[in-house]
Nanobody, 123 residues
Framework: QVQLEESGGGLVQAGDSLRLSCAAS??????YAWFRQAPGKERDFVTR??????????SYADSVKGRFTISTDNAKNTVYLQMDSLKPEDTAVYYC????????????????WGRGTQVTVSS
């Protein structure tokens, strides 16, 4: 059974950092992404990574570029999201997603999802 399990969310103040983890089990993936969903809003793309023999190829939403970093530990089948200089508008439930199919920033192309972890940034 394939599972993605996020961890690392919490309540922090503006300017603080958090690192989210997402551990995959049951299968290995070549593509991971992080999405987030704030109350009353749609699930938005945050960042994605494609694992290649030459390293990871990444892409970021403009709103997090320069502040967030996605990375993987392939030996642990785990993807991370390092979030620095957090802002109140980063408050959302963060979801890890994985696929072995096409590269995309759209949620519908990801086959597996975690349950999400809450990140709350106070001002």
């Amino acid at each position: 059974q394939v599972q993605l399990e996020e961890s690392g969310g919490g309540l922090v103040q503006a300017g603080d950092s958090l690192r989210l983890s997402c551990a995959a089990s049951g299968r290995t993936f070549s593509r991971y992404a992080w999405f987030r969903q704030a109350p009353g809003k749609e699930r938005d793309f945050v960042t994605r990574i494609t694992i290649t023999t030459r390293g990871g190829i990444t892409s970021y939403a403009d709103s997090v570029k320069g502040r967030f970093t996605i990375s993987t530990d392939n030996a642990k089948n785990t993807v991370y999201l390092q979030m620095d200089s957090l802002k109140p508008e980063d408050t959302a439930v963060y979801y890890c997603a994985a696929t072995n199919s096409i590269v995309s920033t759209q949620a519908r192309y990801y086959d597996y999802w975690g349950r999400g972890t809450q990140v709350t940034v106070s001002s």
